[in-house]
């Protein structure tokens, strides 16, 4: 059964260069999200997307971060310029129901970012 | 005051023994609560949600005290598999769409 597809799972780039993630929700999930997860802490919600349309974006950096969902399925997470504070593991995640589970978030394996 | 406080331990532990994980809320209006496990290096996953009336799923036990703002997560038997780190989780309130605040994780390392 598929799950939600990240790419890639691993990047380095160095501080002020530019990064960009890809999610792919659970087909016919509406709801998406990205989150942030520092090394030792829970993950962080950045931005809700509802469809193609934002419903929070309020942890967004927004000076820096960008994130799109154009026809209401993949989704782009961008970073630019990065910062050394940016290393993190970027997770996204799509609600709804899966075949004999319960309605939930569920997540992808994430991409490991390392800012040097 | 953070809207979800855990002990980020680590808990260590022999197998066979029972171990609790206790988690504090700040929003008294929040109705939905739940407890993600997550292993090293891969994403968080459900592992119940928790009822006002408390809930039973095998081993785990899951308590909510909405008095006290707190969630409580019990492990019987512990198992090696059982070693991850566990996200306490609160839905804000008054949020049209799901909206999640996890705590910081509370590690669980299981030994023979």
């Known amino acids: 059964e598929a799950g939600v597809a990240q790419s890639p799972r691993y990047k380095i780039i160095e501080k002020r260069q530019s990064v960009a993630f890809w999610c792919n929700p659970i087909?016919?999930?509406?709801?998406l999200y990205w989150y942030q997860q520092i090394l030792g802490q829970g993950p962080k919600l950045l931005i809700q997307?509802?469809?193609?349309?934002?419903?929070?974006d309020s942890q967004l950096p927004k000076d820096r971060f960008s994130a799109e969902r154009l026809k209401g399925v993949d989704s782009t997470l961008k970073i630019q310029p990065a910062k050394l504070e940016d290393s993190a593991v970027y997770l996204c995640?799509?609600?709804?129901?899966?075949?004999?589970?319960?309605?939930?978030?569920?997540f992808g394996p994430g991409t490991r970012l390392t800012v040097t | 005051r953070k809207e979800v406080e855990q002990d980020p331990g680590p808990f260590n532990v022999p197998e066979g023994a029972t171990v609790a994980f206790n988690c504090t809320y700040s929003?008294?209006?929040?109705?939905?609560f739940f407890w993600y496990r997550q292993d090293c290096r891969k994403e968080p996953k459900l592992l119940m949600s928790?009822?006002?009336s408390g809930n039973e799923d095998g081993r785990f036990t899951a308590q909510l005290n909405r008095a006290s703002q707190y969630i409580s997560l019990l492990i019987r038997d512990s198992k090696l598999s059982d070693s991850a780190t566990y996200l306490c989780?609160?839905?804000?309130?008054?949020?049209?769409?799901?909206?999640?605040?996890f705590g910081t994780g509370t590690r669980l390392l299981v030994s023979p």
């Open positions: 997307f509802q469809n193609n349309g934002v419903v929070d």
């Open positions: 087909s016919g999930h509406a709801t």
């Open positions: 995640a799509s609600r709804g129901r899966v075949e004999g589970q319960a309605y939930e978030q569920y």
């Open positions: 989780v609160v839905r804000k309130p008054n949020t049209g769409f799901q909206k999640l605040v």
């Open positions: 929003n008294s209006a929040s109705q939905s």
């Open positions: 928790v009822y006002s």
